[in-house]
């Protein structure tokens, strides 16, 4: 059974920053892509970064150089570091296993996903 545990969330000043971790078990982690999405209230669930199985990544536009999501297969972690923060980057932060080695975008395609980790960035 695949678990995925995400931790690093909180209250942030607009500026500062934060680095999530999400902990895989149950799959050969190094095998998969693995993304990070999120959601804020009252909006659908959003792309933020993915990562292919050989470190190959990819960003959403809103997050493009201020976000940098890395990949640790020793640990079978995924990480996002999260630079310069922005009010409206508050959201539950999610992350997710691809269904192959490669970097996905569509959230329907993910099929393993966290329980979330609360963002929250005060202007």
Not at 27 to 40: H, L, N, V
Not at 52 to 79: L, P
Not at 91 to 120: I, L, R
């Amino acid at each position: 059974q695949v678990q995925l545990v995400e931790s690093g969330g909180g209250l942030v000043q607009a500026g500062g920053s934060l680095r999530l971790a999400c902990a895989a078990s149950g799959r050969t982690f190094s095998r998969y892509g693995m993304g990070w999405f999120r959601q804020a209230p009252g909006k659908e669930r959003e792309f933020v970064a993915g990562i292919s199985r050989f470190a190959n990544t990819y960003y959403a536009d809103s997050v493009k150089g201020r976000f940098t999501i890395s990949r640790d297969n020793a640990k079978n972690t995924v990480y996002l570091q999260m630079n310069s923060l922005k009010p409206e980057d508050t959201a539950v932060y999610y992350c997710a296993t691809a269904p192959g080695p490669g970097v996905v975008v569509g959230s329907n395609e993910y099929d393993y996903w966290g329980q979330g980790t609360q963002v929250t960035v005060s202007s």
